[in-house]
């Protein structure tokens, strides 16, 4: 694997990262449910939002593993 191409991983893994890092920001939404002091549906906006995020996350963990093969295969 050349300098470009794990730099083009690298990128992967740094958009990864910043979308993990955005959703630890919701943690304290599952917390409060499971208290019993908030519901599903006074937080359904952004339980919707943290799952596109998290197929964000599974979409570019995809990408990276089909570009690392990709790279391994040269």
Do not use: C, H, P, W
């Not at 996350?57 to 790279?71: A, D, H, P």
Request: charged content about 30%; overall charge negative; cysteine-free.
């Amino acid at each position: 694997m050349n300098q470009e191409q794990e730099l083009e991983i690298m990128g992967i893994d740094v958009q990864i990262d910043a979308l993990k890092e955005e959703i630890s920001t919701y943690d304290y939404i599952g917390t409060k449910i499971a208290m019993g002091v908030a519901t599903r549906e006074e937080y359904s906006d952004e339980i919707a939002y943290t799952q596109k995020l998290r197929a964000k996350i599974n979409s570019l963990e995809e990408k990276k593993l089909q570009t690392v093969q990709l790279f391994t295969e040269e």
